[in-house]
């Protein structure tokens, strides 16, 4: 590796280190004056000029605090004597998202050499299209992934993928569990129930996206051994999600057995 990628190498590592600390003075401090940034969000002709780059990063800086990643997964360089470029796939997410969420952000950057030192003239960064094939499947591996951890009986993992405004409409309990930490409860619960083994599968499950929205819907197979009992059951489940910062989150999901009772009072005019 050559000194140019060597020393390029540690200013994309550093400045990656930068934003995930909030650290905006460092962030800048090796861009270009005439910088241009096509960023994930508008506007779609670019930031330009490093006032407007400047302006993009205290929103970002917001989110990243309420519990985020920005890491560096792979990062390659090319250089000459005073023009680089590199491309790099970062980790940008909620932390316990990883390494279940797929989904990487793509970085691309152009470089050309200032006064003996290297300078970020042009940078790129973009998730996949959001309306692509591979939507389906990137929604379809979270379900998966929630399979795979309830019979693992890994409750931090069943949390993953799972949105803070999260409503869901439970077999039992009250008529909506209102955010992450009730449903978190709902699934805790369920895990200690099942003091042997425990399963969950949708094996025939329909999935529609569009932008950044999805719906899924099918049959949940559940099946759990306890002290007492061998339960095998199955259940109806939709589910809804929203892309919330390049990763899909459950937004809403409403289970149900069949039942020929009567529909209990709501309670709305009490």
């Known amino acids: 590796m050559s000194s140019n990628e060597q020393e390029i190498r540690a200013l994309i590592e550093g400045w990656a280190a930068a934003v ?22 508008p506007p779609y002709q670019g930031a330009r000029g490093l006032d407007e780059y400047r302006a993009t990063w205290p929103g970002f800086f917001e989110w990243q605090a309420s519990g985020a990643v920005f890491e560096i997964e792979s990062l390659d360089v090319t250089a000459g004597e005073d023009v680089a470029f590199a491309f ?26 200032e006064d003996g030192r290297w300078v970020v003239s042009h940078e ?13 499947s990137e929604v379809r591996e979270l379900l998966d992934h929630w399979s795979d951890r309830t019979a693992a009986k890994d409750l931090d993992g069943l949390m993953a993928g799972i949105a803070e405004e999260i409503v869901s409409y439970e077999h039992a309990g009250p008529l909506q569990y209102v955010g992450k930490s009730a449903v978190r409860e709902v699934c805790k619960a369920g895990l200690d129930a099942a003091t042997k083994t425990v399963k969950l599968s949708t094996p025939d499950v329909t999935v529609l996206t569009r932008g950044d929205l999805a719906v899924a819907w099918g049959l949940d197979h559940i099946e759990a051994t306890t002290t007492t009992d061998n339960i095998d059951t199955w259940s109806r489940a939709t589910r809804i999600f929203q892309r919330q910062a390049g990763a899909w989150k459950l937004i809403h999901q409403h289970l149900s057995f069949p039942t020929n009772t009567p529909t209990p009072d709501p309670g709305f005019n009490d």
């Open 20 to 41: 995930h600390a909030g650290d905006l003075a460092a962030v800048l401090e090796d861009h270009a004056a005439d910088i241009v940034m096509f960023d994930v969000p």
């Open 88 to 113: 790099a796939l970062l980790r940008c997410g909620m932390a316990e998202e990883f390494p279940a969420n797929p989904i990487r952000l793509r970085l691309t950057l152009g470089l050309r050499k």
């Open 124 to 136: 790129h960064h973009s998730f996949p299209n959001e309306d692509s094939p591979a939507a389906e």
